[in-house]
């Protein structure tokens, strides 16, 4: 997975809306040079538009616009809620809000790919949507991703 970093997380964020949840991870990624403005407004209108898709497990989104609504780079923001907020999903009240970006159509599989095996972990997702500070997620990232590598040695 690319290298996560402080820089990329917030936790203890207080929000009343999805929207707002969806804009503070957008803040991330568009401060961190992997964005423009207008792709957190491609996340927001992107929900609108097809539903509560981002929310992809019990208490986490992943937002994401398309390429072309101002993908400069690669790019991963994680939020950490203090209060669950609702999207309006079967998954829902939602925790962990990861944002992520793509300028291309390929160049993200192999994060999604890794945070799929990730969220996939019921514990893993209990531990994130606890994290109380950004040190506290990339040491649980870390923790998983040095588990599974010693598991294919």
């Not at 207008?38 to 509560?52: F, N, Q, S, V």
């Not at 994401?64 to 999207?87: Q, T, W």
């Not at 209990?126 to 649980?140: C, D, F, M, S, Y």
Request: proline share 6%; net charge negative.
């Amino acid at each position: 997975m690319e290298t996560i970093c402080l820089e990329d997380i917030k936790t203890n964020v207080e929000v009343a809306t999805w929207e707002e949840s969806v804009k503070v991870a957008g803040e991330i990624l568009y401060k961190n040079g992997k964005i423009t403005k207008d792709y957190i407004l491609g996340m927001i209108e992107t929900i609108k538009k097809l539903g509560p898709y981002a929310v992809i497990a019990p208490g986490i989104a992943l937002p994401h616009a398309r390429p072309e609504d101002g993908a400069l780079k690669v790019g991963i923001s994680i939020v950490v809620l203090n209060n669950p907020i609702n999207f309006g999903s079967p998954n829902d009240p939602v925790k962990v809000v990861i944002a992520f970006s793509a300028p291309d159509k390929t160049s993200h599989v192999q994060l999604l790919q890794e945070l799929a095996k990730l969220l996939s972990d019921e514990e893993i997702r209990g531990k994130l949507a606890n994290a109380k500070t950004p040190q506290e997620v990339v040491e649980i990232i870390e923790s998983f991703k040095s588990e599974r590598s010693e598991e294919r040695n």
